[in-house]
């Protein structure tokens, strides 16, 4: 027999924010935004949970607490509609379109019962006979009561900290024209929010609402529940030997269970009294039978122990009930789902009992507002802790909402999440810099991340300086249209310090860096400098510039600078009678004279191409071949210092990066490590971060730059797999300051990849405060575009030679991979 849902509907009025239903209960509704999954550690769910424990405690008797949790099966929506996105991006947008993920919402509902509401049951429901009206509802006086115990919920669970509250306007409870409410979202298991559609609701055969089959798990017995429960459990996937990875006691009913679901929590709080002296009436009833049958001497000792704890531990009774619906419109799927979430309720040591004879008047119960008519045949006799330990605590990844940040994935779905390591975590006051270390072995993926992380902050307009050894930033260069500087026998490293671009001016910064070039040439590092040749060096280049205002034709460059100072210098100094003592000229000349047209060195500061460092926003300096020269690799760190210093200083306003790959240990040992201590400690002054990448945990050890300067002025850390250094993990734990959540968390990663996607984990600590694990997984072209694979890396060239651009001959490799794996 069928009949129209609005004769049965139990909701009455929506108003002010309140659920009036035809009983004379009234509900109170809050959205929830809980913590992200796997970013608390054991101690953090405890406090999380005696949080639940305390703000139960505040709701009154007779009132009925319903958390509903909706995890819905959806998939990332790419933006096309930007023009401004580059190639890379666009790629990214396409290759994770349609990506599915589990989306999740999640509502606490408070109701209030009238005093004289009688309790629900299968049979006495009012889905059957909606019409029961109460005597009397509750007047304003209660009303505000019972606002004021929603509120003191309300605050007790932000001020933990872990979680916030919002309450549910009358627009989101009921549907308006534009968009579809709370009501009609549970009623039809609607997955889209904004659709107006409209379902059948079937009773006769389980429960099917439209075209989708649903079945009903319930955790409604004491007998099918778990010995212990506690706050968190260990993830198995994710722990080793020496850590326990902690995840909330019913994690695996939530985000991990990953199919289309409601987890339905319901806590009913009882008056202490009478739940006492109803349970000693059982009490004796079960001792007079205790004779007849096993079974009943059994529950008279489950009995006491139940109210010796009561009285001895001053604990509150609550009736409980936990039930999952789960869902498909593929009958032919249901069977699969109804292992995956048998397996998910024995993962917490639950028996599963599928229900079919109560399942309509349990579903029903659950609809928003219709709490108190939950059937109470359906729940069992527990404490208030224990009943805690079976809500869901977390949610799924979200993404930050700052413009600034990096495109890393989901570690579930690999759902991309817009991720902000810089600027957000200042804000929110867990970090005073934007400085980063970097720690990966080889073949962890460092390079790889690196380069997805300097690409996302050259696309928001950042100046990025990157010093590198082994070529691991050339594709990325050349995508972005930077200058690459390396040192090859036929196209040397060449630098030229003297260019000042048309319409700037020399300024004292500009003085002084070529000063501290001049005299890095000229003198030894055990030599000194005298104040009289400091001021020469002044007074020859303050005449140079002016000597070039008059001669415009003359290219600004070492060559022409030996030449001034050969010829008019030299003849300015002895007009001056400038003795040899203070000022050396022939000196100076002769041991410069290898970096003059026809020297050695010839090349070195001559440059007429790549010439205005300070606004190209993009610039590698790759010293793989001259790290170990005793002439060149001095003067070209000099010269990186010296430019990220002027950077830092002259842009305004504008973010800048220095990016030291492993590099850095031979520009510690020639003498720069004042200048990495310099930026590392004063950068975040002038918009800017200092990032530094490296391989092994000796290095750390044994430089005290790093120790001292690195280290301990870089608040946000990144580590890459460390499963190699798992056993002496001890040791990098106590050099950076991780907490134990954060030593788990790192040797997590990688431990359960999707053996389906090509991606790696990534370990980012914010401060010590916030930690996470994302994935690194990108599209085919960013993959080619970053990769350091030799092989990979002279294919792509080849194309890049055969189409004309590497961008066009990324597109055409990455294509014909595609469709090799399709194959």
Same mark, same amino acid.
């Given at each position: 027999m069928e009949k129209l849902l609005e004769d049965l509907l139990p909701i009455l009025e929506v108003s002010g924010g309140c659920l009036l239903s035809k009983q004379g209960d009234v509900t109170l509704g809050f959205q929830?935004?809980?913590?992200?999954?796997?970013?608390?550690?054991?101690?953090?769910?405890?406090a999380f949970h005696q949080s639940w424990v305390k703000a139960l405690k505040m709701l009154p008797v007779g009132s009925v607490f319903h958390k509903q949790d909706y995890f819905l099966k959806s998939t990332y929506k790419a933006d096309f509609s930007r023009d401004d996105t580059s190639f890379l991006t666009h790629c990214s947008e396409r290759f994770f379109n349609e990506r599915p993920f589990l989306d999740h919402r999640c509502y606490v509902f408070i109701t209030k019962k009238p005093t004289d509401r009688k309790p629900s049951s299968s049979i006495l429901s009012n889905l059957l006979r909606p019409s029961l009206f109460p005597k009397e509802s509750l007047d304003e006086q209660a009303l505000q009561e019972f606002r004021g115990s929603a509120g003191q919920f309300k605050r007790i669970m932000e001020d933990s900290g872990f979680v916030k509250m919002r309450p549910l306007e009358d627009q989101e409870l009921l549907s308006t024209a534009a968009k579809q409410g709370l009501l009609e979202?549970?009623?039809?298991?609607?997955?889209?929010?904004?659709?107006?559609l409209m379902r059948d609701i079937h009773f006769d055969k389980g429960i099917r609402i439209g075209d989708q089959y649903c079945q009903l798990f319930t955790l409604a017995d004491a007998a099918d529940l778990p010995g212990v429960c506690s706050a968190s459990i260990p993830y198995e996937k994710y722990s080793s030997e020496r850590t326990k990875f902690s995840t909330g006691f019913a994690s695996s009913l939530g985000q991990l269970l990953s199919c289309n679901h409601i987890y339905n929590q319901f806590i009913f709080i009882e008056d202490p009294d009478k739940a006492l002296k109803r349970l000693e009436s059982k009490r004796l009833r079960l001792q007079s039978l205790s004779l007849h049958a096993r079974e009943n001497h059994l529950a008279l000792d489950a009995t006491n122990e139940f109210?010796?704890?009561?009285?001895?531990?001053?604990?509150?009774?609550?009736?409980?009930?936990?039930?999952?619906?789960?869902?498909?419109?593929?009958?032919?799927?249901?069977?699969?789902?109804?292992?995956?979430?048998?397996?998910?309720?024995?993962?917490?040591?639950?028996a599963a009992r599928q229900?079919?004879?109560?399942?309509?008047?349990?579903?029903?119960?659950?609809?928003?507002? #219709?709490?108190?008519?939950? +059937?109470?045949? !359906?729940?069992? $006799? =527990?404490?208030?802790?224990?009943?805690?330990?079976? %809500?869901? /605590?977390?949610?799924?990844?979200?993404?930050?909402?700052?413009?600034?940040?990096?495109?890393?994935?989901?570690?579930?779905?690999?759902?991309?999440?817009?991720?902000?390591?810089?600027?957000?975590?200042?804000?929110?006051?867990?970090?005073?810099?934007?400085?980063?270390f970097i720690l990966g072995p080889s073949g962890s993926g460092k390079s790889f991340f690196t380069n997805h992380?300097?690409?996302?902050?050259?696309?928001?307009?950042?100046?990025?300086?990157?010093?590198?050894?082994?070529?691991?930033?050339?594709?990325?260069?050349?995508?972005?249209?930077?200058?690459?500087?390396?040192?090859?026998?036929?196209?040397?490293?060449?630098? #030229?310090?003297?260019?000042? +671009?048309?319409? !700037?001016?020399? $300024? =004292?910064?500009?003085?002084?860096?070529?000063?501290? %070039?001049? /005299?890095?040439?000229?003198?030894?590092?055990?030599?000194?400098?005298?104040?009289?040749?400091?001021?020469?060096?002044?007074?020859?280049?303050?005449?140079?510039?002016?000597?070039?205002?008059?001669?415009?034709?003359?290219?600004?460059?070492?060559?022409?600078?030996?030449?001034?100072?050969?010829?008019d210098f030299t003849r300015i100094i002895q007009a001056d009678n400038v003795k040899e003592k203070d000022f050396d000229i022939h000196n100076f000349l002769y041991v410069l004279m290898p970096y003059y047209r026809g020297g050695e060195f010839d090349y070195l500061l001559n440059a007429k191409r790549n010439l205005d460092l300070l606004h190209q926003r993009f610039i590698v300096f790759e010293l793989d071949n001259?790290?170990?020269?005793?002439?060149?690799?001095?003067?070209?760190?000099?010269?990186?210092?010296? %430019?990220?210093?002027?950077?830092?200083?002259?842009?305004?306003?504008?973010?800048?990066?220095?990016?030291?790959?492993?590099?850095?240990?031979?520009?510690?040992?020639?003498?720069?490590?004042?200048?990495?201590?310099?930026?590392?400690?004063?950068?975040?002054?002038?918009?800017?971060?200092?990032?530094?990448?490296?391989?092994?945990?000796?290095?750390?050890?044994?430089?005290?730059?790093?120790?001292?300067?690195?280290?301990?002025?870089?608040?946000?850390?990144?580590?890459?797999?460390?499963?190699?250094?798992?056993?002496?993990?001890?040791?990098?734990?106590?050099?950076?300051?991780?907490?134990?959540?954060?030593?788990?968390q790192v040797l997590s990663v990688n431990k359960a990849n999707d053996p389906l996607r090509k991606y790696k984990e990534v370990f980012i600590s914010l401060g010590g405060v916030l930690s996470k694990v994302y994935r690194t997984e990108v599209s085919p072209e960013e993959y080619l575009s970053y990769t350091t694979e030799q092989t990979e890396k002279v294919k792509v060239n080849q194309y890049a030679r055969k189409y004309g651009s590497i961008k066009k001959g990324i597109q055409v490799l990455a294509q014909e991979m595609l469709a090799a794996a399709r194959q």
């Open positions: 929830l935004q809980l913590p992200e999954i796997f970013t608390l550690s054991e101690q953090q769910y405890e979202q549970y009623l039809y298991l609607s997955e889209n929010s904004g659709s107006k109210l010796n704890e009561a009285i001895k531990e001053q604990r509150m009774p609550v009736k409980a009930h936990f039930n999952l619906m789960v869902w498909s419109d593929d009958l032919s799927q249901m069977k699969e789902i109804k292992n995956m979430t048998t397996s998910a309720l024995a993962q917490i040591d639950a229900e079919i004879t109560g399942a309509a008047q349990i579903f029903w119960g659950a609809m928003p507002g #219709n709490q108190a008519d939950f +059937p109470m045949n !359906e729940t069992f $006799d =527990t404490f208030t802790e224990q009943a805690a330990c079976f %809500l869901n /605590l977390e949610t799924s990844y979200r993404s930050s909402l700052s413009p600034v940040g990096i495109r890393l994935g989901d570690r579930l779905s690999g759902r991309p999440m817009h991720v902000d390591i810089s600027d957000e975590p200042i804000q929110m006051g867990i970090c005073t810099n934007r400085n980063k992380m300097v690409r996302s902050y050259f696309e928001t307009g950042a100046h990025i300086v990157l010093v590198d050894v082994g070529h691991s930033y050339k594709g990325l260069c050349d995508m972005v249209g930077g200058y690459y500087f390396t040192y090859e026998e036929k196209s040397p490293i060449e630098f #030229n310090p003297f260019y000042v +671009p048309k319409g !700037e001016q020399l $300024d =004292t910064e500009k003085k002084e860096s070529i000063k501290t %070039l001049l /005299l890095s040439l000229w003198k030894k590092d055990d030599e000194t400098f005298t104040r009289s040749e400091y001021v020469a060096l002044s007074n020859a280049l303050t005449l140079y510039f002016s000597h070039l205002d008059q001669n415009p034709d003359i290219f600004a460059c070492f060559n022409s600078f030996y030449e001034f100072l050969k010829l001259v790290k170990e020269h005793p002439i060149l690799f001095p003067i070209v760190t000099i010269i990186i210092m010296e %430019l990220f210093i002027s950077k830092m200083r002259k842009l305004e306003g504008t973010r800048k990066v220095l990016l030291i790959e492993e590099a850095w240990k031979a520009i510690a040992k020639e003498g720069m490590d004042e200048y990495i201590k310099y930026i590392f400690k004063t950068v975040r002054k002038y918009f800017g971060e200092a990032i530094v990448v490296t391989q092994e945990i000796e290095d750390i050890i044994s430089s005290p730059v790093v120790k001292q300067a690195i280290i301990n002025n870089s608040d946000c850390k990144i580590l890459l797999d460390q499963s190699k250094y798992q056993n002496k993990f001890d040791q990098i734990q106590d050099l950076l300051g991780l907490t134990e959540k954060e030593k788990a």
